[in-house]
């Protein structure tokens, strides 16, 4: 019997390994387990180049639990280690990467994907103690033992051994006891090994009987050696993707599409990506690609590896060339992360493309699932960008799509404003903005539908893509203003009858948590008498605001509206004339008041020019102060004696508040005192 010192610089690795690898203890048995895949397919092509030529047998790998002694084994049948195997393999190699493995991982904290690089040593995590039995492949080999309880001493011995390959038995810790239950066990196998290339067996099949539970007497395969992604596309069926899918996300709705990837070279990927039906939330999306090493499940985390879009895909991605033992930022930088990246990226957009070029009906039936996705890639990614500008759709309220360029040929003619720029007009909430829509179609103008989640956001990035366009909501503005054509019409008010009517009006506007500026339009008379609208400008900060979850200027401000009179309106003329009825000589006696005292103040002005502040004797600053207090005096006399009379028209409010129910924004009691005047009106 041998005896040794593991050489390393550190007394003791194993308190380390322990510490340091608290949170994914579990990892062992994918490492073990991938040790003996590596060591069947290593023996699997000594035999193809006819150097092992005996018999192959039974190549299952078996895992099994004994709940009595504490142990769980691995076991397999492949190639096999010679003393000497042992010696370099396992107390030399895979020591000293065991140990860089801790130096690095000690600087890149827990940022390492799936903490892979461990690898035989893991087992220590779990473990009081270790033993290797092992046969080599060769002829001539005999049985050799290993053990090691932690310290960095071992034994190594010969063993009675008399088959082939290797059975690793883990004597687990007091703090392990969890990997002896059999639920557990299969719950790792099923994360980790699942498509494994070997078959391994786990307990027995179980079969219902008298009511019980038995064994078979079968063993129990946990994994499909042969998953699809590792298929030649061309052997695949749709019903396949499907059903693969079904495996891999049980609870799932059916994908849209499926993208099979198969690269050999300049690096090696395969993989399926499935296009889920996303609903309205990224978020929970998000992190279901399932990331493989040679079938190796690694983890289901793939930021970093493809850009941030592409996370909204599920589906797996089994590449060796990911580097896997470093930080996610390493990864973003790493060139072959990047080609793989970009490899999918192109892939995803190829596939896209097809679709909607062979397929458009279908593609157009998937619209409202696939925009989110296209939209997000678009605005985050420019090489996507560039090429989803050719199947990217916009659809409109009569639910008609269209590509960027079919919809700029479709408005262009009508919807080009005086200024040459095109004005592409929107709607979030058909029929919250339905009268405002109806306006637009009456002008022959089309109306996009924008109710997306990031459409905010799209369209903000479209008007920096399109040439001399904008993005305009329906009730943005009047629809005239929207789109300003050439021919203004003539206003039926002066701007005197224009100033009394303001506050008229606001005397009626409603003063919570909202803002109304009082403006005038010179419509037609079969237009609308009065209007909401709302700036686009200030609704896209506060919308854009919202989403990002930050409370700032614009999401703080009061959401301000414009309230638009109609001055050629004649129910709007009509106020105008009772208001002149009721208040006329009144208004008349002020203005002449004013004016006197305005000429007064010009005069005042006037001789104060040239000189300076000291020069103006005190009597002149004085009466200054009298004039100006007077006209204040005078201002707030006007709009108190105009907003009394306004408050007692209801016509004014019942103007006011047909332009609020046609913006959504009349509702509970105000609604209902609504109703209750418009019947006392017709009566
Ligand atoms: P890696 O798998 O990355 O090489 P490990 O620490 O997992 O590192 O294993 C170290 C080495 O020990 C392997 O490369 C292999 O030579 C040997 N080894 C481990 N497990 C087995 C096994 N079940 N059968 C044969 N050789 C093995
Ligand atoms: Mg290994």
Known sequence: MQKGKINVTTE?????????????????????????????????????????????????????????????KVSDAGLGMTTEEVDKYINQI?????????EKYKKESNAIIGHFGL???????????????????????KGVAWSCDGSPEFTLDESDKDSRGTEITLFLDSDSKEFLEEQKINELLDKYCKFLPVEIAFGKEK??????????????IVNDTKPLWTLPPAEVKDEDYNEFYRKLYPISEEPLFNIHLNVDYPFTLTGILYFPRIKNNIEIQKNKIQLYSNQVFVTDSVEGIVPEFLTLLHGVLDSPDIPLNVSRSYLQSDSNVKKISSHITKKVADRLEEIFKNDREQYEKKWDHLKLFIEYGMLSEEKFHDRAEKFALLKNV?????????????????????????????????????????????KGYDVLV???QLDTHFLNHMETKLKDSRFARVDSDIIDKLIEKE????????????????????????EKEMSYYVSYES??????????????????????????????????????????VNSNHPLVGKIVEQTDKKLGKKLEDLRAEKKGLSEEQQLLEKAKEGKKEEEVPQSEKDQMETVNKKLAELEDKRVEMLKNHGKSQKLVKQLIDLALLANNQLKGEDLAAFVKRSVELIK
Do not use: C
């Open 12 to 72: 003791n690795i194993f308190p380390i390994i322990k510490k340091f690898l608290y949170s994914d203890h579990e990892i062992f048995l994918r490492e073990l387990i991938s040790n003996a895949v590596d060591a069947t397919q290593k023996l699997r092509t000594l035999a193809s180049v006819g150097e092992f030529k005996g018999e192959m047998g039974d190549l299952t790998i078996r895992v099994e639990v004994d709940k009595k002694k504490k142990t769980l």
């Open 94 to 102: 895979a020591f000293s990467s065991a140990e860089d493995f801790l």
């Open 119 to 141: 690898g035989f040593y893991s087992s220590f995590m779990v473990s009081d103690k270790v033993e290797i039995k092992t046969r080599s492949w060769q002829e001539d080999a």
């Open 207 to 220: 079969e219902w009987k008298d009511g019980k539970e038995k064994d078979t007497g079968k063993d129990h």
């Open 398 to 442: 009569e639910g008609k799509y269209f590509t960027f360029e079919e919809y700029e040929k479709l408005i262009k003619e009508s919807q080009t404003d005086r200024n040459k720029t095109l004005v592409y007009l929107y709607a979030t909430d058909r029929a919250g903005q339905y009268s405002y829509i109806e306006a637009a179609k009456a």
């Open 450 to 452: 924008m109710d997306g």
């Open 487 to 510: 021919d203004s019409r003539q206003s039926n008010l002066t701007p005197e009858q224009q100033a009394d009517l303001t506050p008229v009006f606001q005397a009626h506007l409603p």
């Open 523 to 564: 419509l037609s008379e079969s237009d609308h008498p009065v209007m909401i609208t709302q700036s686009e400008f200030m609704r896209r900060m506060k919308d854009m605001q919202e989403m990002s979850g930050q409370a700032s200027f614009y999401g703080n401000m009061p959401d301000s509206y414009n309230l638009v």
